[in-house]
C-alpha cells in the first residue's frame, strides 16, 4: 500500500513538473486508435475564470497544441498483446503531434480501458483528535477506510474520497475547520491488473516518455461526456470503444462506479466480417458507411457492393440489402447492451435520483443506437461528445475522443485521491524526531 | 520505345516524372508495371498494420484476366457520399494521397482527364509482344526494380524517432540553425585571417578603399584664400600653414591648421572653412599695435594686451604710438596706457615709459627729464606731476632733471648743476650770508 502511495505521488510529482515546464502530454490507448494531445499550460488565450465566466475546472489553464492520431496496433480488450506493434502505434502517434506543436514532451498521462477494472466503495470512521477537523484528521479518515482484499496482482488505480461525514451530517464535500467529533468518508476505489498498466508505463518508457499519471478511460471519457448538472445529480456515462465498452456512473461530481465489458464495435466489424466472408477492413468499411439498427422498408431496397478480391466473380460481384446488414449488427449491439445493462443492475443505477444514461465513444455512432438504447437502459439516453477544450482540433470533437478529452481536463484539474493527502502523522518518521526532540528539550 | 523504357528499372515506379508534365499517354499504363515473379504485390484479407481498417483496400495488380481491375471501379458508382463524422473521424491522420500500390483505384488527374480509348491504343513504337503482354494484363517477367512492399508502416524507426525528438529539444534546434553555422563561419573566417599575407591583403584593400574614396572630386581641396585686413599678415599665414594643393578635404585637419594659424603674432584669432568649390577659405583676426616697446635692440609692437604683434624696424615707423620699455614692461601694459591717457597734458613731451625692476615705471620725458613714478598709486602720482607741471607752478619748464614721486607723500625733485648752484647763490644772498 505505501509502494502504491510512493508511486502515485511520484507521478504526481512528475505531472506538477511537467506542468511547470508547460508541456505535457495526454495519450489515449485504445483498441481501435491510439491518440495523443499536447497540452500547453498558461497559454490559453479563452475566456478565463472569474470575470463573467464561472468555474471551468482548469480548462481555461491549457491549450491543445498537438494531435496526432493513429490505428492503434497489438491492442485487444484494451490490453497490450504485443509489445512492439503497439510501442509503434505510440510513437507515431506521439510524433505526429509533436510535429504538429513543434515541441518535444517528456511527460504523458494515460488513459486505458483494459485491465479489468473492479471497482470498490470503502468507508472508514475515526474520532477527531482536536474540537474541529484538521488536515491530519482527514489523512486519518482517509487510513482508516478498511481496504478491500483486491486480490493478487491488482493495484489501485484511482482512491478518491466521495462524502464525508461529520458526526450525523453527511454529504459534506469539505470538512476542514468544521466543528464536530466524529469524521467519516467513504471512498471510491477502482482497482486495475498490474501487469496491464506495468506493460503500459513500459511501452512508454520505451518511446522516451515518462508517465506522469494514469486514470481510467471511463472515468475520464465521463468526466468529458457528461455536463456538470449530470455530474450532480447522477448519470451513466458509456463510452463504445473498438474492444471494450465502459461504464461509469457519477453522482455528486464524483464517479461512484466503473466496470468495463470486453466487447465492443471491433466485435460488430467481426460478426460482419464472418457472416458476409469479407475481409475485416471491408467489414468495418460497410459498418461505419452503411451500418444501423433499425431496418426500415427502404433498407431493403438499399443494395451495397461487398467487393473483394478473391478473383473468384461470382464472390466479388456479391452484394447485401441494408436489412441485412443491419440484422447482423443488432444482435451484437443488443448483447453488448444487455451486458450493460446487467452491470448497470448491479451497480444500482435504479436507486439513482436521476438515470441519465449518456452514450459516447467511436462505437456511439451507429445510426438507431438512440432509439435501441432507450429501449434497453431506460428512457433518459442521449449522445454524448465531448466538451470543448481550448485549441481542440475538429477532427478531435467526435464522440470518439471523450476519453482523450477529460483526461485533458483531468491532468489540468485532477480530482483529490487519497495519496495526495498526506499520510497521518502517527507513521510518518516525524514523530520519533519530534520524540527525540523532546526528550532532548527535556533533559538539557 | 516507351515500352522499352517502361523496362528501364529506374523509370518503372510510378511516380510524377521529375518537374514536368506527365507523360502522355502513360507508358506505364500499357504495360504493367513488373512485378517479382511468383508473388503478389497485395494479398487481400487482413488490412496491413498501420492502416485504418475502415481503409479502402489496396487492389492488388496486375488484375485478373477477366477484368476484375473493374470491381472497384463499380463499387465506386453506387457509393452514397460518406457521413460528415466518417470525414471527421479519419482526417486527422488519413493520408491525402494513397499510400501506395493503389494503381487502379484512386485515378490520377492525368488520368482521368483523358479520353477512355487512349487507354488501349496501341502506343507508336510499341512492340507486339510487349502490347499482347499489357492487354492481357501479364508483365514480362524480367524482373525490374524492386517491387513495393505489401505494408506500409506509417510508423517511425526508433532511430527516426529519437531524431525527431532530439531535433524538437530547443537547444539542440538552437545550436544546430544558429550556432553551428556561426561556429562553421567563424572557423572558416578564423583560418583565413590566419595567413599573415590574408590579413595584409584586407587591410591593404581597405587602405587602398579609403584612399579612392578620400580622393573623389567632392573631397578635393585646390586652394586657399586668407582674408585680413593686411596683406603681410595673410601671406604670412599661408606660408605658416605651409600646404600644397590640392589635396583631400580629409587630409586636413582644421584644428591643427588654426592652432598654427594663431600661432602668428599678429593673429588674434583665425577661422577656417572647406567652402564649396574647394577652397580653404581663412579668416584671420590681426591684432591692433596699442605700443611699441624696445625689447632690447629691437622694437616690437605690442597689441593692448602686452603680446607682441610684429617687429618694427624704426621708431619713426609709427610714430603715432607710444614707447615703452624695460623687461617686463608689456605684461604691464594696461597701467602704462592709463599712465599714457593721464599724461595727456605732457604727452608732447613724453619719449616713453620705461618699467624699472619689473615692479614701477618711469616717464621719460625731453630735456632728460624723468619722472619716477611709485610700484602702487603710480597714476595719481603721474596727475600729482602733470597738475605740478600744467598749474602755476610749471614743474616740469623748470630746471628739474627728476621728479621722484617713489614716496608720494614725500615727492623729491632733483635739479640740475646749474640750478642747484644758482639756488645756493640765492640762498646765500638771501640770507647775507658771505661768500667763500
Known amino acids: ?444 | 520505345m516507351s515500352a522499352l523504357k517502361s523496362r528501364d528499372p529506374m523509370n518503372s515506379a510510378r511516380t510524377q516524372p521529375q518537374g514536368g508534365a506527365w507523360l502522355w499517354p502513360d507508358p506505364q499504363e500499357v504495360t504493367a508495371p513488373a512485378v517479382r515473379a511468383g508473388r503478389p504485390v497485395r494479398s487481400g484479407g487482413l488490412p496491413a498494420s498501420g492502416q485504418w481498417p475502415s481503409d479502402p483496400p489496396a487492389p492488388f495488380w496486375p488484375p485478373a484476366p477477366d477484368g476484375g481491375e473493374r470491381a472497384p471501379r463499380a463499387l465506386r458508382t453506387v457509393e452514397p457520399p460518406e457521413p460528415a463524422a466518417f470525414e471527421e473521424y479519419d482526417a486527422l491522420t488519413l493520408p491525402e494521397k494513397p499510400i501506395r500500390g493503389t494503381f487502379g483505384f484512386q485515378a490520377n488527374p492525368g488520368y482521368s482527364a483523358a479520353p477512355a480509348q487512349a487507354l488501349h491504343a496501341p502506343m507508336p513504337g510499341a512492340t507486339a509482344a510487349a502490347l499482347g503482354a499489357a492487354q492481357a494484363g501479364w508483365a514480362d517477367p524480367v524482373p525490374a526494380g524492386p517491387a513495393p512492399s505489401p505494408a506500409f508502416d506509417p510508423s517511425p524507426s526508433r532511430l527516426a524517432y529519437r531524431l525527431n525528438r532530439l531535433w524538437l529539444t530547443p537547444l539542440v534546434r538552437n545550436f544546430l540553425r544558429l550556432g553551428l553555422p556561426l561556429l562553421v563561419v567563424a572557423a572558416f573566417a578564423g583560418a583565413w585571417a590566419s595567413k599573415p599575407e590574408n590579413r595584409e591583403m584586407v587591410t591593404g584593400q581597405i587602405a587602398q578603399t579609403v584612399e579612392w574614396v578620400q580622393n573623389q572630386p567632392m573631397f578635393r581641396v585646390t586652394g586657399i584664400e586668407v582674408e585680413a585686413r593686411s596683406p603681410e599678415v595673410a601671406l604670412g599665414v599661408e606660408q605658416l600653414l605651409g600646404l600644397s594643393f590640392p589635396l583631400s578635404s580629409w587630409d586636413l585637419d582644421l584644428t591643427d591648421l588654426r592652432a598654427r594659424a594663431e600661432s602668428l603674432d599678429a593673429v588674434e584669432r583665425a577661422w577656417l572653412q572647406i567652402r564649396s568649390g574647394g577652397v580653404l577659405e581663412v579668416r584671420i583676426a590681426e591684432r591692433v599695435p596699442a605700443m611699441i616697446w624696445r625689447n632690447g635692440e629691437v622694437l616690437d609692437l605690442v597689441d593692448d594686451e602686452g603680446h607682441r604683434v610684429a617687429r618694427l624696424a624704426t621708431r619713426a615707423a609709427r610714430a603715432d604710438l607710444p614707447l615703452i620699455a624695460g623687461a617686463g614692461a608689456p605684461e604691464a601694459i594696461a597701467e602704462a596706457q592709463a599712465l599714457w591717457t593721464a599724461a595727456a597734458p605732457i604727452q608732447g613731451r613724453i619719449r616713453g615709459l620705461v618699467r624699472v625692476g619689473e615692479r614701477r615705471w618711469d616717464v621719460v620725458l625731453d630735456r632728460n627729464q624723468r619722472i619716477l613714478l611709485p610700484e602702487t598709486g603710480a597714476l595719481e602720482a603721474l596727475e600729482r606731476v602733470v597738475a605740478m607741471s600744467e598749474g602755476a607752478q610749471q614743474l616740469l619748464s623748470r630746471d628739474v632733471t627728476i621728479v621722484d614721486m617713489r614716496q608720494p607723500v614725500r615727492p623729491t625733485l632733483r635739479l640740475t648743476a646749474e640750478a642747484m648752484t644758482e639756488l645756493t647763490r640765492n640762498r646765500t644772498e638771501t640770507r647775507g650770508a658771505p661768500r667763500r
Open chain 1, 1 to 444: 500500500m505505501t509502494d502504491l502511495y510512493e508511486s502515485q505521488r511520484a507521478m504526481r510529482n512528475l505531472r506538477r513538473q511537467a506542468m511547470q515546464r508547460g508541456v505535457i502530454a495526454v495519450m489515449d490507448i485504445g483498441t481501435h486508435k491510439v491518440a495523443c494531445l499536447i497540452l500547453k499550460f498558461g497559454a490559453s488565450d479563452g475566456p478565463q475564470e472569474g470575470f463573467g465566466v464561472g468555474n471551468m475546472a482548469g480548462q481555461a489553464a491549457f491549450r491543445v497544441i498537438g494531435a496526432g492520431t493513429t490505428c492503434s496496433r497489438g491492442i485487444r480488450f484494451g490490453e497490450i498483446a504485443a509489445m512492439r506493434e503497439t510501442e509503434r502505434a505510440v510513437r507515431t502517434a506521439l510524433q505526429n503531434a509533436q510535429k504538429m506543436a513543434q515541441t518535444r514532451v517528456d511527460h504523458a498521462i494515460l488513459t486505458f480501458s483494459g485491465g479489468d477494472i473492479r471497482s470498490y466503495g470503502l468507508e472508514g470512521n475515526v474520532e477527531i483528535e482536536a474540537d474541529r477537523v484538521s488536515e491530519n484528521d482527514i489523512a486519518r479518515v482517509l487510513d482508516a477506510c478498511d481496504t478491500p482484499d483486491i486480490g493478487h496482482g491488482r493495484e489501485v488505480l484511482h482512491a478518491q474520497p466521495v462524502n464525508f461525514v461529520l458526526d450525523h451530517r453527511s454529504g459534506l464535500s469539505d470538512p476542514r475547520g468544521q466543528a464536530g467529533r466524529n469524521l467519516g468518508c467513504d471512498m471510491h476505489l477502482l482497482s486495475v491488473g498490474t501487469d496491464v498498466v506495468q506493460n503500459l508505463v513500459h511501452c512508454l518508457k520505451r518511446c522516451d516518455v515518462e508517465v506522469a499519471g494514469l486514470a481510467a478511460a471511463p472515468y475520464v471519457s465521463g468526466r468529458a461526456a457528461l455536463v456538470e448538472d449530470e455530474q450532480e445529480l447522477g448519470a451513466a456515462a458509456i463510452d463504445m470503444g473498438g474492444g471494450t465498452t465502459s461504464l461509469s456512473i457519477f453522482i455528486k461530481g464524483h464517479m461512484i462506479y466503473a466496470d468495463t465489458v470486453k466487447l465492443g464495435g471491433d466485435h460488430i466489424t467481426g460478426d460482419i466480417a464472418k457472416v458476409l466472408t469479407i475481409p475485416y477492413s471491408t467489414a468495418e468499411r460497410i459498418k461505419t458507411l452503411h451500418g444501423g439498427l433499425f431496418a426500415t422498408g427502404q433498407d431493403d431496397r438499399q443494395r451495397i457492393e461487398i467487393g473483394g478480391n478473391s478473383g473468384d466473380w461470382d464472390k466479388d460481384r456479391r452484394t447485401i440489402t441494408r436489412t441485412e446488414l443491419i440484422g447482423i449488427m443488432r444482435p451484437r449491439m443488443g448483447e453488448i447492451l444487455e451486458e450493460l445493462r446487467a452491470r448497470l443492475d448491479i451497480a444500482g443505477f435504479d436507486h439513482l435520483p436521476s438515470q441519465q444514461v449518456v452514450l459516447t465513444g467511436g462505437g456511439s455512432q451507429v445510426p438507431g443506437l438512440l432509439e435501441m438504447a432507450a429501449r434497453v437502459l431506460g428512457t433518459q439516453v442521449r449522445l454524448g461528445r465531448p466538451i470543448r477544450v481550448p485549441g481542440l482540433p475538429q477532427a478531435a470533437t467526435a464522440p470518439g475522443y471523450s476519453a482523450i478529452v477529460g483526461l485533458c481536463q483531468y491532468a489540468a484539474h485532477p480530482q483529490d485521491e487519497w495519496w495526495d493527502f498526506d499520510i497521518p502523522a502517527q507513521m510518518f518518521a516525524a514523530r520519533p524526531l519530534k520524540r527525540a526532540m523532546k526528550w532532548f528539550r527535556d533533559n538539557w
